[in-house]
């Protein structure tokens, strides 16, 4: 079994910045991916950014030039740098990773709040 924990959430004015931690912990032999997915109110989770097993990145255009993705692969570590921040990116954010294989594990959420 594997536990994500996720913390750095917040409210923030709009051109701020957060930085966003994901640590796993259990029995992981391989990580295949990591991800950021985010949810605002009354609208489906979405991809936000992605990190394969290749440190290749990708991420929706409209967090391009913003956001970061990045990975501590000794602490099982995913990390999300968000500069710039706009209010339409207020949301609650999830992390994603895929270990062993094929098993999909989400962190419980953070909000995340930024204000005009």
């Known amino acids: 079994q594997v536990q994500l924990a996720e913390s750095g959430g917040g409210l923030v004015q709009a051109g701020g910045s957060l930085r966003l931690s994901c640590a796993a912990s259990?029995?992981?032999?391989?990580?295949?991916?990591m991800g950021w997915y985010r949810q605002a109110p009354g609208k489906s989770r979405d991809l936000v950014a992605v990190?394969?097993?290749?440190?290749?990145?990708n991420y929706v255009d409209s967090v391009k030039g913003r956001f970061t993705i990045s990975r501590d692969n000794a602490k099982n570590t995913m990390y999300l740098q968000m500069n710039r921040l706009k209010p339409e990116d207020t949301a609650v954010y999830y992390c994603?990773?895929?270990?062993?294989?094929?098993?999909?594990?989400w962190g419980q959420g953070t909000q995340v709040t930024v204000s005009s």
């Open positions: 990190i394969a097993g290749d440190a290749t990145t």
């Open positions: 259990g029995t992981i032999f391989t990580i295949n991916s």
């Open positions: 994603n990773f895929v270990v062993n294989g094929s098993r999909m594990y």
